[in-house]
């Protein structure tokens, strides 16, 4: 959903297929037309279309065709030891038990890339099952607080590409 609201926010056009994932490229479009004095920076978003835990499969490839510094590599993911609705920007630290995060630094061969955590909230349950079911399930809140989620996940990413976020030091 985040990364839809960017296309959308950015004007990128259509994602294809490659890297196992949906990938679109083009410039950031923050603001009216002109109203910056330096170039909008070049961006490329890609939702991995490999399981979850599997996502760094298709996240180091991409890196590495496009040869992106790790500093430059922001990945979007839930979070479920936040409240839902909060959301935080990270550099680096522990996984936390995120298998997909832990399969990205497999891949990247670090855990140093900045992070825009979404708080999803956590069930009353610690079962794998649960949680799991939780995780990859509709969200139990209403669409008008989804939306506003949304939205401020996407101005973390926007702050962090634009070069405005400070991150919080994690470890």
């Not at 909060?86 to 140093?112: C, F, P, Y």
Request: hydrophobic share 35%; aromatic share 4%.
């Amino acid at each position: 959903m985040i990364a839809d609201a960017l296309i959308s926010r950015w004007g990128l056009g259509r994602p294809k297929d490659r890297f196992r994932g949906r990938i679109v490229e083009g410039r950031v479009r923050a603001g009216p037309p002109g109203s910056g004095d330096s170039p909008a920076p070049r961006v490329a978003l890609l939702c991995p279309q490999t399981y979850m835990n599997d996502a760094g499969r298709s996240v180091g490839p991409a890196r590495g065709a496009l040869k992106l510094p790790l500093d430059h590599v922001i990945v979007v993911h839930d979070e479920i030891d936040l409240p839902f609705g909060e959301v935080r920007t990270r550099l680096g630290g522990g996984l936390a038990g995120h298998n997909g995060l832990k399969s990205i630094k497999r891949e990247l061969g670090s855990a140093d890339f900045m992070r825009v955590r979404v708080g999803v909230g956590r069930p009353d349950s610690t079962d794998p099952e649960i949680v799991s079911s939780y995780v990859l399930g509709r969200f139990r809140e209403d669409d008008a607080q989804v939306a506003e989620l949304v939205e401020r996940a996407c101005e973390h990413v926007e702050r962090v590409v634009l070069g405005s976020e400070k991150p919080e030091q994690e470890s």
